[in-house]
């Protein structure tokens, strides 16, 4: 009698509980393909994937990309969007792989810091990045590339450090 209930209990819970991470990545990805714009669908693909990054103990994506793909219990599929203009501000990586010496940085109490390029534009960490920089050395060592994103967001990444990190461009 007891196994017949458990059994009647495991049958009981919807099927979206039994569901693995890749089942998961899965039904997102369905809610990515009707975003018509690339660079939406990449950040909701990278969002749908969440579930295997959380198994694997990864970095967490962003928090705009996991709302990307997240659907609310019983909601319409993701309705289409306007494709997103071409952004006014000259990017400031014009190119992959174009590398930039640091002028300066500084950390705030938080941990977060704030970087100026050779060029003079300044980058502030966002505080919802999860990587944190352990620089020591005096900033003319070393040399990042930055390229800028959906909603005026951006990556900086430092030269032989292996990290990404997030920023947002102050000026």
């Known amino acids: 009698m007891r196994y017949f209930l458990l059994a009647a209990a495991f049958a009981a819970l919807p099927l979206t509980a039994l569901a693995g991470p890749r089942e998961d990545a899965r039904a997102g990805f369905a ?5 018509p714009e690339d660079r939406a669908w990449l950040d909701c693909v990278y969002g749908a994937v969440q579930p295997m ?10 928090e705009f990309q996991q709302r ?15 494709a997103r203009p071409p952004m006014a501000p000259e990017p400031v990586r014009k190119s992959e792989g174009q590398w930039m010496r640091l002028a300066a940085y500084s950390f705030d109490r938080g941990g977060m810091f704030t970087v100026t390029l050779a060029d ?17 050395e005096p900033a003319s060592r070393y ?11 951006g990556t900086l990444e430092l030269r032989n ?3 990404e990190y997030q920023v947002q461009r102050v000026r």
Do not use: F, I
């Open 120 to 136: 003079g534009t300044v980058w502030r960490q966002r505080a919802d990045d999860v990587n944190y920089a352990h620089w020591k």
């Open 68 to 82: 990307l793909a997240a659907a609310p219990a019983g909601a319409a599929p993701m309705p289409r969007v306007a």
């Open 31 to 35: 809610r990515c393909d009707q975003l």
């Open 161 to 163: 450090d292996g990290n």
């Open 143 to 153: 040399t990042v590339s930055v390229g800028e994103g959906l909603g005026g967001h």
């Open 53 to 62: 990054r959380a198994r694997l103990g990864l970095t967490p994506a962003p």
